[in-house]
C-alpha cells in the first residue's frame, strides 16, 4: 500500500526558506523508474507542478520559480525534500507531494503553509 | 512550455446525466515511440487531495467507476461522465505529463443540481 505525507513549518515570513518533507511508504525511491513530485495549489486556485526528483538523482523544476527550488531525497528513510528560498504571500498553498511514475497516481494528503509577516 | 486550455469553468447536472469536460493542449501529447497520449485526468474532492482517474488519456485507474471514460489524442481530449452520481462533486483537472515544465488545466467545477 502506497501513501505518502508532507510536513512543513506551517508558517513563516517572507524572505525565509520553506523546507517540506514528504515521508512514504509501499516504493521505493531506488527502485527504476520511480519518482517522486511536489505540487502546489493556493486556496480555491488550481494545481501547479514544483519539481521532480527520480530515482537515478535526476531532477526536473519548474522554470516559473527560476532557481529558487531544490529538490532532494533519502532513499533510506523513504523522505524527499523542497526547499524554496526567499518565499512571500504569492507562495502560501497547500503543498502535496505524489509519487510520480509517468504520471502522479498516488498523492498525500498535503500541508498547508502560510507566509506571513 | 505546454499550455493546457480546459473548458468549461463549471457545470451543473442533476444526478444521472452526462457530462464532458474537454482539455486542449497547445502541443501534441501524443508520443511517436509508443503511440500513447500522455494526458492524465485527476477528481478532487473538496477537502481531498486529487485523485487519479486516467492515465495516457483514455486508461482508468484501477478501483475507477466505468462511468469515467477518457478519450481523445494528440491535442484535443475529453474526460466523460455518464450517469452522473452525486459523489461525483468535484473538481476536475488535467495534466500533460508529456515534457516538463508538467502542466495542469485550471479546472473543472462539477455542481450536482
Known amino acids: 500500500q502506497v501513501t505518502l505525507k508532507e510536513s512543513g513549518p506551517g508558517i513563516l515570513q517572507p524572505s525565509q526558506t520553506l523546507s517540506l518533507t514528504c515521508t512514504f511508504s509501499?516504493?521505493?525511491?531506488?527502485?527504476?523508474?520511480?519518482?517522486v513530485g511536489w505540487i502546489r495549489q493556493p486556496s480555491g486556485k488550481g494545481l501547479e507542478w514544483l519539481a521532480n526528483?527520480?530515482?537515478?538523482?535526476?531532477?526536473y523544476y519548474n522554470p516559473s520559480l527560476k532557481n529558487r527550488l531544490t529538490i532532494s531525497k533519502d532513499t533510506s528513510n523513504n523522505q524527499a525534500f523542497l526547499k524554496i528560498t526567499n518565499v512571500d504571500t504569492a507562495d502560501t498553498a497547500t503543498y502535496y507531494c505524489?509519487?510520480?511514475?509517468?504520471?502522479?497516481?498516488?498523492w498525500g494528503q498535503g500541508v498547508m503553509v502560510t507566509v506571513s509577516s | 512550455d505546454i499550455v493546457m486550455t480546459q473548458s468549461p469553468f463549471s457545470l451543473a447536472v442533476s444526478e444521472g446525466e452526462m457530462v464532458t469536460i474537454n482539455c486542449k493542449s497547445s502541443?501534441?501529447?501524443?508520443?511517436?515511440?509508443?503511440?500513447?497520449?500522455?494526458l492524465a485526468w485527476y477528481q478532487q474532492k473538496p477537502g481531498q487531495s486529487p485523485k487519479l482517474l486516467i492515465y495516457?488519456?483514455?486508461t482508468r485507474q484501477s478501483g475507477v467507476p466505468d462511468r469515467f471514460i477518457g478519450s481523445g489524442s494528440g491535442t484535443d481530449f475529453t474526460l466523460t461522465i455518464s450517469d452522473v452520481q452525486a459523489e461525483d462533486l468535484a473538481d476536475y483537472y488535467c495534466?500533460?505529463?508529456?515534457?516538463?515544465?508538467?502542466?495542469f488545466g485550471s479546472g473543472t467545477k462539477l455542481e450536482i443540481k
Open positions: 505524489a509519487l510520480y511514475n509517468n504520471y502522479f497516481d498516488y
Open positions: 509501499g516504493f521505493s525511491l531506488s527502485t527504476y523508474g520511480m519518482g
Open positions: 526528483i527520480w530515482w537515478d538523482d535526476d531532477k
Open positions: 502541443q501534441s501529447l501524443l508520443s511517436s515511440g509508443n503511440q500513447k497520449n500522455y
Open positions: 495516457y488519456a483514455s
Open positions: 495534466l500533460q505529463h508529456y515534457s516538463s515544465p508538467l502542466t
